[in-house]
């Protein structure tokens, strides 16, 4: 059989969504998987699957091919060339993936249906998602019936951690390593990026930090000691997290390789639900939520936000958080976490 893979939206959500295109490929053969993905999150496949096996596109294109017939054309002529048995549509996939699989003709049309697309009625076999669970484990419980059907092995109730080892190569941890990472793909998402300088100051007194740039003014207030990782490949930024032994960052792509590498994490997911924390390992990653403020999260698994609606006391979710309360909490966090190794948090 040969499945094609609709999840053409940006890297966090690709990184969530890794172990069910493990477990398939682990049991249709990586020859037999294709993926339709963005630029941002291609290289997450590359090594799982063959390059010619991995279809890459702009999100923005995706969703918008529906306006533009000359692109809508070049991206059915792509389908068809591949001529998948199944295809898949996790819930988050707009309407573009599933009229192209269906006017291409793909036998087998399978996924989660999704309140907000006016495309459901294109799939042929529906998985209800779980908006209330946790959406690594929403999406594989919604895959894993779908496997079923296909008569494939059962898979475990619970996705596993999906590592990076494919992608990174050998690492050398370094556990009394601090990353930090402070961007985020909405201004909305972001605890301010001058908290972040004062928190790699705070901390690079203790022991080693790495700095993932951003190229803001701010980081102009950097101490000279703190490793600065400049901007480059998915590769060499998943390889730099892996090394660490704390993460400490916003609701983001980066902040979901960490827990996929193993790493500790400690996150400011602002508007972010719960369902978008780590669905593994969840006994290393600290969520920082504002207690006592009845409008978090105001973002949901299915709607995101990117503008603060509380206009007396804008980003309240983010602003709360000083510096001095999450280095608290963060060495606090790393030192249990750390405990289970007999590694301690440089004093």
Known sequence: MRLLVFKANQLGDNVVFLPVARQWIAQLGAENVFVMTSPTAADL???LIPDRNLWIEPTAKVLGAWKNPARLGRL???LRGIAPDAAWFPFD??????LLARIAGVP???GAPNPALATNGFLNRRFEADPSANVAESEWRAAAAFSRELGLPAWPDSPPRPGLDHLTGPTDPEPSRV???AGASHAVKRWPIERHVALANRLVRRG???????GDPSEDRLSSRIER???GSLAGLAKAIAACGLFIGNNSGPLHLAAAAGVATVCLPGPAPVQWDAGWDRWRHLALRTPGLDCQPCATVRRGVTTCAKRETPSACLQFWTVEAVETLALKHWRRCL?????PVPA
């Open 76 to 78: 059915h002529f792509r």
């Open 45 to 47: 496949y590359r090594g």
């Open 93 to 98: 996939q707009g309407n573009v993936p599933r």
């Open 339 to 343: 405990d289970l190794h007999a590694t």
């Open 108 to 110: 087998l049309r399978a």
């Open 229 to 231: 990782l400049a901007p």
């Open 179 to 181: 990353f930090i990472h």
């Open 208 to 214: 080693p930090v790495t700095w993932a740039s951003q």
